[in-house]
């Protein structure tokens, strides 16, 4: 997906906070949960998400959604990650 296409598409669904995110590489995130749902592009690279048993990898050109208090890890690519989230 392009992205902005992503773009018309956030902000029809509601989601008034756009940002672009950046993770070094082969970095990761321990289980969390955010008060936020974020729908998300990848931009460059790719994030691996883990929700309860099931993992879920992401590339460039992907969009992941994540509800809010959905408790996840994360863990980027050899060359990180860079993606533009929606959150509301």
Known sequence: ??????T????????KEVVTVTREPG???EMHM???EAKALILSGDLCLQTGDE?????TG???HLPAGK???EQYGLEGVT????RR
């Open 55 to 59: 993992d879920q990898c992401y590339r």
């Open 1 to 6: 997906m392009e992205r902005d296409t992503f």
């Open 83 to 86: 993606y533009l989230v929606g």
């Open 34 to 36: 955010h008060p936020f």
């Open 27 to 29: 970095g990761f995130l």
């Open 62 to 64: 992907q969009v992941f």
């Open 8 to 15: 018309e598409i956030l902000a029809r669904e509601g989601f």
């Open 71 to 73: 408790p996840h890890s």
